[in-house]
């Protein structure tokens, strides 16, 4: 912890007792103080009350600003917690903090305390030291390059230049208090931004501590301790007016008034965000957020329309798919006898009843697949690559170039320090630390005490999707058996659409959404109580490490059931004469088998029901949830209608936005980024409803934050942090993964295999296509295991079809290799595997070249980064110099005795020439 001896502590406070502390700096400025304070008497009239301004943001006098809130409300242990306030906010005011209490006989429900606490300058200037927080000295010399031609066609989207561009540009340096003359300090009151002010204030509330004794085993610091055991109810900066309405202070900015106008609201949806303004009003972290949600959002647009360009491509060559005209047709698909699909309850059927579900398949299952595919591969390396820029971009212009993580994650977590048995020293900033005394058997056993429970829950996750395998083979024998007639009598008692594949896929997605959700909220707690276990130093480690296992979590979760049907569904059948069953003969459990049509179209069902239902339900659980609580706390509100319904009790009574509130947000769009990325080959239309969702996220997640949640405590952070490793991680494995969907999922390769290798001589198309695909199997051949039982062929079904066929590349009866693989399954599986292999190399290469084109910074920040490290030892330099002229010229009466040793920052030639 920092100790604060200069001014903004007081060396006399240092010195004084915790009590003596309290009375001088605290009474002054609680409710029942002075007249000065400008604090209401309990004797004065409810008229007099509602002169204070409901969005005041000020004490009392209306000249300090409030920078931080607490709360607390008095319960049965109220002696103990009373003691522990009364050391904690003694101990805030030695280091300078200004208090001023509201009495709970004023507040809405009459119960509940607000401690307003102010941070003077000195305080600011102090901590903006310690914390090395940047501010500006120079205005930028550089040329603005903004200004891009054919400008105009991006003003519908742009907003007003006093929103987007708030501040000039400037020059920033560490500050540095005892050269505070250095910076242009135009104002003390508002130098430091809210946003700034309420940073160094949580700084000061996280390391104070609330024991008497600081020779104690240890030290009880810190407000998350003091929230966690109840001490205080709430600890919140406040927004700074209401969000519907400016604040009637000419002294108030209405930021949050700008937000929710321009940035918030829905039908702002084609605007550019505020960013800007986002940063200065809750903080870097959150900013960067919503620059990558609205980068992201802006490089779907590509990917949406290529993906709807592909899908178009489908629909215009509908006519020219051969191969679905002879599925549907009655001459070749209505005389083609198919071979039952699951034994006892399925009959024999005719491959036309598969007519539709071909022709959807076509719409996916096209060239432009292929092309998609590989588009989407280098799509993925542009946005990573582009977003560094961005991101580099950023940096630069929010001042996070030489940010460094560890300057806000030094402090111990709460949790951490209840444990810790042993002092140690900490290398970074010399002082002695708690440690928590881990042996190696402890750490080992923790450990896999923690991942065999993460290990346990995915094991719990593959159990579930094979119960939904299970329900799938189960299932598709009772639809088989009610969808048994004939297609002109299916019509009409289950429409012209629905098959018994179809029907399986649709209520076995749908199953396995709920499972996924229900699942989904269980492991939340399992993951946050196991990593709690692990007891982590600090914030950042917590949550990484929480990261780690959620996303583990999470990518089985959701996207298991999608790798089921990709690469597993249709691939062990067997065939007719040796079926392979899930769980051997005796489960009676045949595998599942692909129509004629492909797995494809399945696998777009299962992608599509997943995704839609997880983002609709995403959408709708985030924004409902805090609307309800918020509406249902209002209810309970305003018991004393008499009283001043003040600004921090509005705040109070939003939700809190908690500091994982950013980590669920990342984990939701990471998981549609797997969506969009490792199964786009089987529906180009993903990006497109991604797309969609986002523009509404955006829009969802700016007005949750503007309207329904507590400010948050604003926070530096210089990228997206571990989830830019997840993205890389998973934009490497699309191109397996869609490199495999178009060689072993959709048709693509057998019917290119068969164009330019077994068409007949002289032509090249898809005749014969269908009849080349199927393989025969003789009836009287089939096991009686397999065979339909009575009654569930269909009338047309007769005793004189004495063969059936099946999807394989096997002999026919007959010949001497009888159903073995033929030679042209050997060729379709080499061909599958070459272009796996070539897909690979050729995405791969042009990924790797165009992250080698593509500079992670662009050129101009780094000059500007250059540029303004030279001013800044530049500025330095001679405002060193000039302070040395100043002080030789006061002393020039006396004899000069400097020497280079006093000024070591100066060149030995400089000093001498300014002493003679």
């Given at each position: 912890m920092h100790r604060i001896t200069g001014k903004a502590g007081g060396d006399n406070l240092i010195e004084m007792s915790p009590t003596e502390s309290f009375n001088d700096n605290i009474n002054g400025y609680h409710q029942h103080s002075s007249p000065s304070t400008g604090s209401l008497e309990h004797g004065q009239s409810a008229i007099d009350k509602q002169q204070y301004s409901k969005d005041s943001v000020f004490f009392r006098d209306g000249v300090r600003r409030i920078d931080f809130v607490l709360s607390y409300v008095d319960d049965k242990e109220g002696e103990k917690k009373q003691e522990r306030r009364k050391v904690y906010e003694a101990n805030l005011a030695k280091v300078g903090l200004e208090l001023e209490t509201e009495d709970k006989l004023d507040s809405e429900d009459g119960k509940t305390y607000f401690v307003k606490i102010h941070a003077p300058w000195e305080v600011l200037a102090t901590y903006a030291d310690v914390l090395k927080i940047k501010v500006p000295f120079k205005a930028s010399d550089i040329p603005d390059k903004s200004e891009m031609p054919m400008n105009w066609l991006s003003t519908p989207f742009r907003l007003p230049e006093h929103i987007m561009h708030p501040e000039p540009d400037y020059f920033t340096a560490p500050f540095d208090k005892s050269k505070s003359d250095f910076f242009l300090i135009n104002d003390k009151e508002t130098f430091f931004p809210p946003s700034t002010r309420n940073r160094i204030v949580y700084y000061i509330l996280s390391r104070c501590s609330y024991s008497r004794d600081e020779c104690g085993d240890k030290d009880k610091k810190g407000i998350k301790r003091l929230l966690n055991n109840y001490t205080y109810t709430a600890a919140f900066p406040l927004h700074d007016c209401r969000y519907w309405k400016r604040s009637k202070d000419a002294n108030c900015e209405s930021e949050r008034y700008n937000l929710y106008k321009y940035w918030a609201r829905f039908f702002c949806f084609f605007k550019e965000q505020p960013l800007n303004l986002i940063r200065k009003y809750y903080g870097e972290k959150i900013g960067i957020y919503f620059a990558w949600l609205g980068f992201y959002t802006e490089m779907l647009l590509f990917a949406a329309v290529v993906g709807t360009i592909c899908f178009i491509y489908g629909f215009l060559t509908y006519d020219d798919n051969q191969w679905s005209k002879e599925i549907c047709s009655e001459?070749?698909?209505g005389n083609i006898v198919m071979c039952p699909l699951c034994d006892k309850k399925c009959g024999f059927w005719k491959l036309n009843t598969t007519c539709n579900s071909s022709w959807q398949s076509h719409l996916f299952d096209n060239v432009g697949t292929v092309f998609f595919a590989i588009f989407m591969g280098i799509w993925v390396t542009l946005f990573l690559e582009l977003w560094k820029r961005r991101q580099a971009r950023l940096e630069y212009e929010w001042d996070l170039v030489d940010f460094e993580e560890e300057q806000q994650q030094l402090q111990l977590r709460p949790e951490y320090e209840t444990k810790c048995t042993n002092r140690k020293l900490n290398r970074i900033t010399q002082e002695t630390e708690w440690v928590l005394d881990r042996t190696a058997t402890d750490l080992m056993g923790k450990f896999l005490l923690c991942w065999a429970t993460v290990i346990l829950w995915i094991s719990l996750i593959i159990a579930c999707i094979i119960g939904v395998i299970v329900y799938r083979l189960a299932v598709y024998a009772a639809f088989a058996s009610i969808m048994k007639d004939s297609p002109t009598t299916n019509l009409q008692v289950v429409g012209p659409y629905i098959t018994p594949q179809l029907a399986t896929s649709v209520t076995a997605s749908c199953i396995n959404f709920v499972i996924i959700m229900i699942l989904n909220l269980m492991y939340e707690r399992v993951a946050v109580w196991i990593t709690d276990m692990e007891i982590p130093k600090t914030h950042l480690e917590y949550e990484n490490k929480l990261t780690m296992k959620m996303f583990l979590f999470q990518f089985v979760n959701y996207y298991s059931s999608c790798f089921y049907v990709a690469f597993f569904k249709g691939k062990f059948v067997g065939y007719p004469g040796e079926y392979a069953y899930m769980f051997g003969k005796w489960s009676k459990l045949r595998n599942e088998e692909c129509d004629p049509g492909g797995c494809l179209i399945e696998l777009t069902t299962q992608l599509v029901i997943v995704m839609t239902g997880k983002q609709v339900w995403g959408n709708i659980q985030e924004a409902l949830v805090p609307w309800?609580?918020?509406?249902?706390?209002?209810?309970?509100?305003?018991?004393?209608?008499?009283?001043?319904?003040?600004?921090?009790?509005?705040?109070?009574?939003?939700?809190?936005?908690?500091?994982?509130?950013?980590?669920?947000?990342?984990?939701?769009?990471?998981?549609?980024?797997?969506?969009?990325?490792?199964?786009?080959?089987?529906?180009?239309?993903?990006?497109?409803?991604?797309?969609?969702?986002?523009?509404?996220?955006?829009?969802?997640d700016s007005w949750k934050l503007t309207t329904q949640y507590r400010r948050p405590m604003a926070a530096k952070a210089h990228s997206i942090g571990a989830w830019e490793e997840i993205l890389s991680g998973i934009a490497i494995l699309s191109v397996v993964t869609n490199a495999f969907i178009v060689a072993f999922t959709s048709d693509m390769i057998p019917r290119l295999v068969y164009m330019?290798?077994?068409?007949?001589?002289?032509?090249?198309?898809?005749?014969?296509?269908?009849?080349?695909?199927?393989?025969?199997?003789?009836?009287?051949?089939?096991?009686?295991?397999?065979?339909?039982?009575?009654?569930e062929n269909p009338p047309w079904f007769n005793s004189s079809i004495t063969t059936c066929r099946y999807r394989d590349y096997r002999y026919p009866p007959g010949h001497e290799k009888q159903y073995t693989q033929t030679m042209q399954f050997w060729h379709i599986l080499a061909a599958k595997l070459a272009f796996v292999i070539t897909m690979e190399h050729v995405v791969f290469l042009v990924k790797f070249f165009v992250a080698w084109m593509i500079p992670d910074v662009p050129s101009d920040v780094r000059a500007r980064v250059k540029r303004e490290r030279y001013l800044v030892q530049e500025y330095l330099h001679n405002y060193e110099v000039e302070k040395l002229k100043i002080q030789l010229s006061q002393n020039s009466n006396s004899d000069c005795t400097c020497t280079p040793m006093i000024y070591p920052s100066l060149p030995k030639h400089e000093v001498l020439s300014e002493c003679l």
């Open positions: 001459e070749i698909g309800v609580m918020n509406w249902w706390d209002s209810r309970k509100a305003r018991n004393h209608p008499e009283s001043l319904y003040s600004r921090w009790e509005q705040d109070h009574n939003l939700q809190g936005f908690g500091q994982l509130g950013l980590f669920y947000e990342y984990l939701e769009m990471v998981v549609q980024f797997g969506f969009i990325t490792l199964f786009v080959a089987s529906f180009p239309l993903a990006p497109l409803l991604a797309l969609i969702n986002n523009i509404i996220e955006v829009r969802v330019y290798a077994y068409q007949p001589e002289g032509e090249i198309n898809m005749k014969g296509y269908i009849n080349n695909s199927l393989s025969v199997f003789y009836i009287s051949e089939i096991q009686l295991a397999n065979s339909p039982e009575e009654g």
